[in-house]
């Protein structure tokens, strides 16, 4: 049962323009979202996050928008560069610990290959 | 650089074999994570620790196995290995304070050939 499902492989962009990474998720606990970037023979690297009670985070060039009735988020890169040639997962997890180790676990989503076209 | 590293970054075995991996989290970190990428999945969480103590498990086969030690380096043992078993892992440290999120950091992964 994949949770966390991004149904775009991949995606190619102009180098300048706007890049838009899409992310949906079933479960209804989830409440805090991430998104990593991997470089080939590297591990992921943290990006950005954003937690349920927002609908949007910005860092940057980097904005996550997340539209809860809808179980969705999506990452904007404004403008692409050429090293933001990687693969983009999205992560999710059950939000503040309260305790419970057990919810910081991240279920990630399969991938998306941006590639930056110069 | 994130600070978790993972060794060896390359292993080539045999079927029926077993192997260790082992990792070593971010300096301060108290968690530890095994994730495993077979090719063109996402990471599939395996097991968690917590400063020494299981905290949560995920699909992790039977025959694969893992602790924390005192000094919360971390190792992965995989056995009775299957050509299945060919994969990127990885392992992830983050620092809960419980007063909100704090995301995973992973090391570069170590990969998994089974012959």
């Known amino acids: 049962d994949q949770q966390v499902k991004q149904n775009s492989p991949s995606l190619s962009v102009q180098e300048g323009r706007i890049s838009i990474l899409n992310c949906d998720y079933t479960?209804?606990?989830?409440?805090?979202f991430l998104w990593y970037k991997k470089y080939p023979a590297e591990g992921p690297t943290f990006l950005i996050s954003?937690?349920?009670?927002?609908d949007k985070n910005e860092d940057g060039r980097f904005t996550v928008f997340l539209n809860k009735s809808a179980k969705h988020l999506s990452l904007h890169i404004v403008p692409s560069q050429p090293g933001d040639s990687a693969v983009y997962f999205c992560a999710a997890n059950k939000g503040p610990f309260r305790g419970d180790f057990g919810n910081e676990k991240l279920t990630f989503g399969t991938g998306t290959r941006l590639t930056i076209i110069p | 650089d994130s600070g978790v590293t993972q060794t060896p970054k390359h292993l080539i075995t045999a079927t029926g074999q077993r192997v260790t991996l082992r990792c070593s989290p971010r300096?301060?970190?108290?968690?530890v994570y095994w994730y495993q990428q077979s090719l063109d999945q996402g990471l599939q969480f395996l097991i968690q620790y917590y400063n020494g103590e299981e905290r949560a498990k995920g699909n992790i086969l039977e025959r694969f196995s893992a602790q924390q030690f005192p000094d919360l380096h971390s190792e992965l043992n995989l056995s009775s290995l299957e050509l299945g078993d060919s994969a990127l892992y990885f392992c992830a440290s983050s620092s809960p304070s419980g007063r909100g999120n704090s995301p995973l950091h992973f090391g570069n992964g170590t990969r998994l050939t089974v012959t």
């Open positions: 954003i937690s349920s009670i927002k």
């Open positions: 300096s301060g970190d108290l968690s």
């Open positions: 479960n209804s606990m989830f409440d805090y």
